[in-house]
């Protein structure tokens, strides 16, 4: 997969040429670039440079100085590519856009993470990501400290509002489920969503899950309602949390609390490629 993003990324910008660094410079040409640090955070998409490199121009000589996962202030050099000038040229900006996206969700990944380090809940992404980068994005969410929800649709069951409701309620929906995963070579997780104390009661007196949502409550009433929830069954917590309330929802005794601001509303880190004379 990850081949793939970086394969139609690379068609994607070079088409048929790179007719500014081919109009100037010739195929012999050599040069050396080095990754600039511009803006403090946590490093990510060091791996994922490598490959952009490789799979461009497998000649690229790349010499990494600082690894994924690393606190980063500005002026560090994260790494150095020599080899040909247009090969240079022609991967530069998909480089910088790949660690820059992933480097910035890292960077807030981590400082989430470190808000409610002294509690046990533990920070998961969500499916709001960029179409067609969902894995550079969630890559970055572990390289930050945080862990990865479903990849997509295929691999956890997820009962939301909308699934419920188009079922017949949280009964009729859970009674499907059990007997569809029932007919499966290789079960498949089930998480369902409740939106009242009621629901929650339901679902608790059905079974079957191994997890509850519990969607978009204040942290004042969750504290009582995962108190209500069995230890066999995990709890989550999400919608509208953001850093500033994540510390009081962390608090109450969840065992994940999912943030789709990890990834859909992100400020990449700055980082620059300069030629190195």
């Known amino acids: 997969?990850?081949?793939?993003?970086?394969?139609?990324?690379?068609?994607?910008?070079?088409?048929?040429?790179?007719?500014?660094?081919?109009?100037?410079?010739?195929?012999?040409?050599?040069?050396?670039?080095?990754?600039?640090?511009?803006?403090?955070?946590?490093?990510?998409g060091v791996e994922v440079a490598k490959r952009v490199f490789q799979l461009h121009d497998s000649s690229l000589d790349v010499k990494v100085f600082i690894e994924d996962g690393s606190e980063i202030r500005v002026g560090d050099i994260v790494l150095e590519v020599t080899g040909s000038a247009i090969s240079i040229l022609s991967t530069e900006r998909l480089v910088l856009n790949m660690m820059q996206r992933m480097s910035g969700i890292a960077s807030k990944t981590n400082k989430i993470v470190n808000q409610i380090a002294h509690t046990d809940a533990k920070i998961l992404d969500t499916r709001k990501t960029t179409p067609g980068i969902r894995l550079l994005e969630k890559m970055a969410v572990v390289v930050g400290g945080g862990c990865n929800h479903r990849f997509g649709l295929y691999d956890m069951?997820?009962?939301?509002?909308?699934?419920?409701?188009?079922?017949g309620g949280i009964q009729s929906a859970m009674t499907k489920t059990l007997q569809y995963v029932s007919t499966l070579?290789?079960?498949?997780?089930?998480?369902?969503?409740?939106?009242?104390?009621?629901?929650?009661?339901?679902?608790?007196?059905i079974g079957g899950m191994q997890r509850i949502l519990l969607d978009n409550f204040m942290p004042e009433e969750l504290t009582d309602l995962v108190g209500l929830i069995p230890e066999a069954i995990e709890s989550e917590a999400s919608g509208g949390i953001t850093e500033e309330s994540i510390v009081a929802y962390?608090?109450?005794?969840?065992?994940?609390?999912?943030?789709g601001a990890l990834t859909h509303s992100v400020k990449s880190l700055d980082l620059s490629l300069k030629a190195r004379f």
């Open 157 to 167: 069951i997820m009962l939301k509002d909308n699934h419920i409701d188009y079922a």
């Open 1 to 44: 997969m990850l081949d793939d993003i970086i394969l139609n990324a690379l068609k994607e910008d070079i088409g048929n040429g790179d007719h500014t660094s081919l109009s100037c410079l010739s195929t012999s040409d050599v040069g050396a670039a080095k990754l600039l640090v511009k803006e403090p955070g946590i490093l990510a």
């Open 250 to 259: 962390a608090e109450t005794g969840v065992d994940y609390i999912s943030m």
């Open 185 to 205: 070579e290789k079960p498949v997780a089930i998480e369902i969503e409740v939106r009242t104390k009621a629901e929650l009661l339901e679902a608790i007196e």
